[in-house]
């Protein structure tokens, strides 16, 4: 009766195995002459894309893998590159480009890639190229940032949308006064991203070459005075310090704690996942300025399609990069399925994006005013150790805001952590 | 459950002949008590999981926390959907990397065991301080080189790259080593090998079925090891269909700052993946416990 019963369940294990097993094994045989492409991505849904590819491209056949979402994705492709068995091709964020470059992760694609070269805006394309010649990724999606404010919550207090950064701490002031449960915003220590882009927006420069020498310049006059800004903000109690895609956040923005976000294009989607009570109150504005009349931008986000060093079939790799963020079948697709902002300028205006997200239903012109604020996104130069910037950012934010220092001390921590893990791997740096 | 501890000692003023009666009975208490406060912290999460598998993505971070809502059968048919359907796969690739890594493990580890205990020969105990060392040292310091290691032979992104790992686990030689020692007696074996038995068959007929009871602890540690381990699989797959179902929960739940994170769907799946651990517990545990009361019977 015993053996009777580890024996039944030791079968249904076994038999798991022998269920699971064949299946797989019988996907992943090609048929003659066929290419066989293997691509790593986190975007939701792009397995619909990939579909459509296949369906179109029966000798270029393309196999997804769905990853984890940003940093986790360049780990990954480090250790497997490093093993010699990395993906055809990667999803990449565009900070993410440069360590994956100076580890000869991913291939010079310029020749194949030329033929799309202005299907994108300059400044998109200069974020593949990192300034040179060569061309490491086609761009996917991009990350303006604008402002969002609750509507509702914003004429029950009455406040005017903020356009300039002291309007905007005048703002969070009176609300903290009106209403004192609530905030403005949050600063969030643990989303350096989103530091990067407000930095971009006051023209922070954290990274330069000039030859083989890199002039890094993260504790820069635009970064510091940005730090000081949300530091002061912060040490006064104007904006909450919680950070941001934790579930006390998404409770915050759903029961109104927190009443504005400056964030990107792909908000909607976001706040549409994890504050659903709160949809068609919200509306986007571009984001506050340092000077008023100014008209300027960073970017939070976005992304690119790489192909890997590795790669046995890099022309056919790019193709489908090509194909999959330029033509029209493919990016009306990243749009509806994904969700994506897409880089490619003629995507811009797919009569996909005449009307509002779903969850703005109010404001006809989100995705023209999202448009024209996309054209005022600051370039960026990204440096070869962004993810140690990041991680540092994280830390030194997190003591600064638990120890209450000033936040500038936080960005001269990221600079030194960042100039000395530089020099460590032998990059010249100038002093 | 304060106001009970004052209440014990007034009745025994009340009834001084049967102090001595009394006074395990109120000593009890706090066993009892302190029972129920471990009870409560380890089943307050799956309490919390089973009400918050109930609701749908509003409502899981307004209403009350351990209020039921009505979007169970939502959020199962979203997880069913998700990607077609590609969560029971993972369910299935967890339960192969955890029913034959934990059958593999525990053989292994079942004759290791009785070798190490059974025979006297040169090394042996220089092997068993390396594997007592080997239970030191933490799974995760371990998931880097082995990649590197698999790689080599290009074995990773394949199922033999979480299986493999898995198999040898020094914990279960040494616990199947105990076991062996204490459930195996000498005379039994040196009555076989009068008998003329050879010692394959000694081990398969006579010692294997004795040291079953202890196998099967060993494989229920691995088992739930393996189901529940994240970094392993994590670090060597990157074929979405082969994830087990901690990787896959993480890449819904980590998918970058510009896509919502799938909360109600993660949950639910979290769920589901805890359910089979609990039925293994249930019936196996009822196993076990016959056995090791049979087993010291016969030793």
Do not use: C, H
């Given at each position: 009766?015993?053996?009777?019963?580890?024996?039944?369940?030791?079968?249904?294990?076994?038999c798991a195995a022998c269920t699971s097993d064949p299946g797989d094994d019988g996907q992943g045989a090609p048929p003659g002459g066929k290419v066989e492409l293997s691509f790593w991505s986190w975007a939701p849904n792009i397995d619909k894309t990939v579909d459509a590819w296949n369906a179109g491209h029966p000798d270029i056949h393309v196999t997804l893998s769905k990853q984890a979402g940003g940093g986790d994705i360049v780990t990954k492709l480090l250790t497997a590159a490093k093993a010699g068995n990395p993906p055809d091709l990667a999803q990449v964020e565009y900070q993410s480009l440069p360590?994956?470059?100076?580890?000869?992760?991913?291939?010079?694609?310029?020749?194949?890639?030329?033929?799309?070269?202005?299907?994108?805006?300059?400044?998109?394309w200069q974020q593949v190229t990192l300034g040179t010649d060569a061309v490491y990724a086609i761009p996917q999606?991009?990350?303006?940032?604008?402002?969002?404010?609750?509507?509702?919550?914003?004429?029950?207090?009455?406040?005017?949308?903020?356009?300039?950064?002291?309007?905007?701490?005048?703002?969070?002031?009176?609300?903290?006064?009106?209403a004192p449960k609530k905030y403005l915003t949050t600063f969030s220590a643990n989303d350096p991203g989103w530091f990067t882009g407000l930095a971009q927006q006051a023209g922070a420069a954290w990274w330069g070459i000039d030859g083989e020498t890199w002039k890094v310049s993260v504790n820069d006059a635009a970064t510091r005075k940005v730090a000081?800004?949300?530091?002061?903000?912060?040490?006064?109690?104007?904006?909450?310090?919680?950070?941001?895609?934790?579930?006390?956040?998404?409770?915050?923005?759903?029961?109104?704690?927190?009443?504005?976000?400056?964030?990107?294009?792909?908000?909607?989607?976001?706040?549409?996942?994890?504050?659903?009570?709160?949809?068609?109150?919200?509306?986007?504005?571009?984001?506050?300025?340092?000077?008023?009349?100014?008209?300027?931008?960073?970017?939070?986000?976005?992304?690119?399609?790489?192909v890997t060093a590795a790669s046995k079939n890099k022309a056919a790799a790019v193709k489908f990069a090509a194909w999959m963020n330029a033509d029209p079948a493919a990016t009306d697709l990243l749009i509806s399925q994904s969700a994506i902002y897409p880089a490619a300028r003629a995507a811009q205006s797919s009569p996909l994006l005449a009307q509002p997200p779903a969850f703005f239903a109010g404001q006809k012109d989100f995705y023209p005013s999202a448009k024209a604020i996309a054209e005022t996104a600051s370039g960026f130069?990204?440096?070869?150790?962004?993810?140690v910037a990041y991680d540092t950012y994280k830390d030194a934010f997190g003591k600064a805001i638990t120890g209450r220092t000033p936040f500038a001390g936080a960005v001269d921590t990221m600079q030194a952590a960042t100039v000395a893990d530089m020099q460590k791997n032998g990059f010249k740096v100038a002093s | 459950m304060t106001a009970l501890a004052p209440s014990v000692p007034v009745h025994d003023d009340a009834d001084p002949r049967a102090p001595r009666r009394r006074a395990p009975r109120r000593a009890a208490w706090l066993p009892t008590v302190v029972l129920l406060i471990g009870a409560i912290y380890c089943l307050l999460p799956v309490a919390w999981v089973l009400a918050a598998s109930t609701k749908g993505g509003s409502s899981l971070f307004t209403s009350f926390t351990f209020a039921p809502g009505g979007d169970l059968p939502a959020n199962l048919g979203d997880l069913s959907a998700y990607s077609g359907g590609i969560y029971w796969k993972w369910m299935l690739n967890t339960l192969l990397y955890a029913g034959v890594g934990g059958l593999l493990s525990a053989l292994v580890s079942g004759l290791s065991g009785y070798t190490l205990a059974k025979y006297r020969f040169a090394g042996r105990s220089v092997i068993f301080n390396v594997l007592l060392a080997g239970v030191l040292v933490p799974g995760v310091t371990l998931a880097i080189p082995q990649y590197l290691l698999l790689a080599e032979v290009g074995l990773t992104d394949t199922y033999w790259a979480v299986l493999l790992p898995n198999i040898l686990s020094p914990y279960g030689i040494y616990l199947a080593r105990i076991y062996a020692a204490a459930a195996v007696p000498d005379t039994v074996l040196e009555a076989a090998r009068t008998d003329g038995a050879s010692e394959g068959r000694i081990f398969g007929r006579v010692a294997l079925p004795m040291m079953l009871p202890g196998l099967v602890t060993v494989f229920l540690f691995q088992f739930v090891a393996i189901w529940n381990n994240f970094l392993l699989p994590f670090v060597m797959l990157s074929d979405d269909d082969k994830f087990p179902v901690t990787v896959g929960l993480f890449t819904l739940l980590n998918q970058g700052q510009t896509v919502p994170a799938l909360y109600s769907v993660v949950i639910v799946g979290v769920l589901i993946s805890i359910l089979p651990l609990i039925a293994l517990f249930l019936t196996l545990q009822r196993y076990w416990r016959l056995d090791l009361v049979s087993g010291s019977v016969k030793g």
């Open positions: 009766m015993k053996a009777k019963l580890l024996a039944v369940v030791l079968a249904a294990a076994l360590t994956l470059v100076s580890n000869d992760v991913l291939a010079d694609i310029a020749r194949e890639a030329a033929p799309v070269k202005d299907k994108f805006a300059d400044g998109v999606d991009s990350g303006p940032m604008m402002l969002y404010y609750r509507t509702d919550e914003f004429a029950r207090l009455g406040l005017s949308v903020p356009k300039t950064w002291d309007e905007f701490a005048r703002t969070a002031r009176a609300v903290r006064q009106k000081d800004y949300w530091g002061g903000l912060v040490a006064e109690g104007a904006v909450d310090k919680q950070p941001m895609y934790t579930p006390a956040w998404n409770k915050a923005l759903n029961d109104g704690t927190l009443i504005a976000w400056p964030s990107a294009i792909w908000a909607p989607g976001v706040l549409a996942g994890n504050a659903p009570a709160t949809k068609g109150k919200w509306a986007m504005a571009p984001m506050p300025q340092w000077t008023a009349g100014e008209n300027r931008t960073g970017s939070w986000g976005g992304s690119s399609t790489g130069v990204w440096g070869p150790n962004v993810n | -």
